[in-house]
């Protein structure tokens, strides 16, 4: 487990104040949906065809100016109240589109179930599709880029209580750039 | 988290000692993989058309006389040194398969990708496919089952320190089979 316990600026590609983001005001990540909403119970949540979750809300945001764009978020678990020490989410990233260059202590898993895309890390980018499945080590900097004309879509497990992820610093972010990697990134 | 962190005993449909089991000598469960194995490096496991995961082991065990039967199971996330407090395992139920009915502190949530099944959640009885996701909340009575025809596939995520699986007692059980669920449980 993470030792760091920062949760209210934990991140993930989204704000918490949509309609700041939506205006293009603000770029503070504040991505972990509100606890407590829940009851703890079992629940099941039908898939529908449209990648959405009978149950779930998705949650759409693009934002050109704040390193990531054009993403729609599904928080399954861990928004409700639930007691389980991770949260499961379903991100979408259209065509084009793309997450924020970032690192954080705490552990992505992503298993991709929706088209194609780049995971890039710690220097690495991998051609991922259907079910290929990603462990990114605390630390390790991370993007994953859809260049495709289709979405690409996939889940990422964390853990509920998480650190809040940091930008690159210059030098980090020279030494990738310095890479083969480096033509992969989007600023 | 689960405050119990009885983790040797911990269990997951599949046995510590897979010889024992595969000889049907004992029912003793032990589902954890080995911590420590790796270290902790991210990592990529590219997705083979036939359910298994370059790179990720996968076990298969019959047992008829410990409450499951035909499962295999593929750990992903979790017996590799990783740091991450969840595990992502991958189970496979056989037509005419099923877990065995227990229940147990530690949350499951579950995600399935092949087939149909049906889940017995807490006295009720949801039949379950492609991408349908589960929230098992803490000592709810459960059992997933395949009657299909065809091979019911399905991610789990479980914290890594988790409590040991319990059966139900004979009340429970009795109230269960009482239920117009109790038609569809496996013995």
Not at 158 to 166: E, G, I, L, W
Not at 178 to 183: F, L, N, P
Request: hydrophobic share 30%; proline share 6%; glycine share 10%.
């Amino acid at each position: 487990m993470n030792d760091t316990k920062n949760r209210p600026g934990s991140c993930d590609w989204l704000p918490e104040d949509n309609r700041e983001v939506a205006t293009g005001s603000s770029c503070d990540w504040q991505g972990s949906p509100s606890a407590g909403a829940g009851d703890n119970r079992s629940a099941v949540y039908p898939f529908q065809n449209d990648y959405t979750w009978q149950g779930v809300e998705q949650e759409r945001y693009k934002a050109e100016d704040c390193g990531w764009s054009d993403i729609a978020r599904n928080v399954l678990v861990g928004g409700r109240g639930e007691s389980a020490g991770f949260d499961l989410r379903y991100f979408e990233i259209a065509p084009g589109g793309h997450s924020s260059l970032e690192k954080h202590v705490h552990e992505h898993v992503v298993i991709v179930i929706r088209g194609r895309g780049n995971a890039l890390i710690a220097g690495e980018v991998h051609e991922v599709g259907f079910l290929d499945t990603l462990y990114i080590s605390p630390d390790d900097p991370h993007q994953l880029i859809n260049p495709f004309a289709d979405p690409f879509g996939f889940f990422c497990i964390v853990s509920h209580d998480r650190d809040r992820p940091r930008p690159l610093d210059r030098d980090e972010l020279g030494r990738l750039v310095a890479t083969a990697v480096g033509s992969k990134l989007r600023p």
